[in-house]
């Protein structure tokens, strides 16, 4: 059994680790978790990304990966915090 990233879970990943790298620096996790809230911005921008639907079918309207694909999105999405 092959475990290597195929070209496009690479690109995947590299996209989702972009993203946050811009838009969820280290800084900003601290100041969040100093006045213990949450950047509703954030979570707008998760959910037009798709994040939320990573496994629902496209023809109900999701993202329809498969499961591999779908771990390497939460993984970069823990690696920040979110």
């Not at 949450?38 to 496209?58: C, H, I, K, N, Q």
Request: proline fraction near 2%; charged fraction near 30%.
């Amino acid at each position: 059994m092959d475990f290597q990233l195929t070209e496009d879970q690479q690109a995947l990943q590299q996209g989702i680790r972009s993203f946050c790298d811009g838009r969820i620096p280290i800084e900003t996790l601290r100041e969040l978790e100093e006045k213990e809230s949450l950047d509703r911005g954030l979570w707008g921008e998760l959910a037009e990304m798709g994040v939320f639907s990573l496994r629902t079918p496209e023809s109900r309207g999701g993202v329809g990966l498969g499961f591999a694909d779908a771990v390497l999105v939460f993984a970069e999405l823990g690696r920040r915090l979110v």
